[in-house]
T-cell receptor, first 113, second 110 residues
Framework: EADIYQTPRYLVIGTGKKITLECSQT?????MYWYQQDPGMELHLIHY???????EKGDLSSESTVSRIRTEHFPLTLESARPSHTSQYLC????????????FGPGTRLTVT | GQNIDQPTEMTATEGAIVQINCTYQ??????LFWYQQHAGEAPTFLSY????GLEEKGRFSSFLSRSKGYSYLLLKELQMKDSASYLC???????????FGQGTTLQVKP
């Protein structure tokens, strides 16, 4: 069973606040990903990492930033939250040994008021 | 460029069989995944195809034709709990990045 965790699960925050969404996995996967998904819409890759100190922007432009200081930890930060950032954020990791099957965390539903 | 197409919505009856199609165009191809996503939840893995043909796993089967850029997910003996969104995704290189389609929302009716 996949072990990937995200906190918080739900967050309501005011405009202008700095927030960090946490993601951690205990499977030792090198590759990790952040997706953004609006209700009823498709998943968009916003950040990914192939290992420690490796981060890349995804296919959808995002004002968020990420860091990868430890293999198991891949936090996403918004320096100044805006209502347009309201969305669900899903973290995932993958292992090339399983043909890159991605294991998803439960997601963080962010609402910026 | 990369493009994945699947129907937006489908409706089927409990106990029936439903086929969800997916066509794709990618600059390279390394495999095709199907994920299931219930409303408000994270996607969960259903199947993976890298070679042409049919992969069967219980009530779910997935088919791939690489020459046609085409896949389908077949769900048999539909149950109410199968009501969900079904996501087709392709890996276009050896990077492990997945490109997702918009998903097909399946509604199973009694």
């Amino acid at each position: 069973e996949a072990d990937i965790y995200q906190t918080p699960r739900y967050l309501v925050i005011g405009t202008g606040k700095k927030i960090t969404l946490e993601c951690s996995q205990t499977m030792g996967h090198d590759k990790m990903y952040w997706y953004q998904q609006d209700p009823g819409m498709e998943l968009h890759l916003i950040h990914y990492s192939y290992g420690v100190n490796s981060t890349e922007k995804g296919d959808l432009s995002s004002e968020s930033t990420v860091s990868r200081i430890r293999t198991e930890h891949f936090p996403l930060t918004l320096e100044s939250a805006r209502p347009s950032h309201t969305s669900q954020y899903l973290c995932a990791s993958s292992d090339p040994g399983t043909a890159y099957e991605q294991y998803f965390g439960p997601g963080t539903r962010l609402t910026v008021t | 460029g990369q493009n994945i197409d699947q129907p937006t919505e489908m409706t089927a009856t409990e106990g029936a069989i439903v086929q969800i199609n997916c066509t794709y165009q990618t600059s390279g191809f390394n495999g095709l995944f199907w994920y299931q996503q219930h409303a408000g939840e994270a996607p969960t893995f259903l199947s993976y195809n890298v070679l042409d043909g049919l992969e069967e796993k219980g009530r779910f089967s997935s088919f791939l034709s690489r020459s046609k850029g085409y896949s389908y997910l077949l769900l048999k003996e539909l149950q109410m709990k199968d009501s969900a969104s079904y996501l087709c995704a392709v890996t276009s290189s050896n990077t492990g990045k997945l490109i997702f389609g918009q998903g097909t929302t399946l509604q199973v009716k009694p």
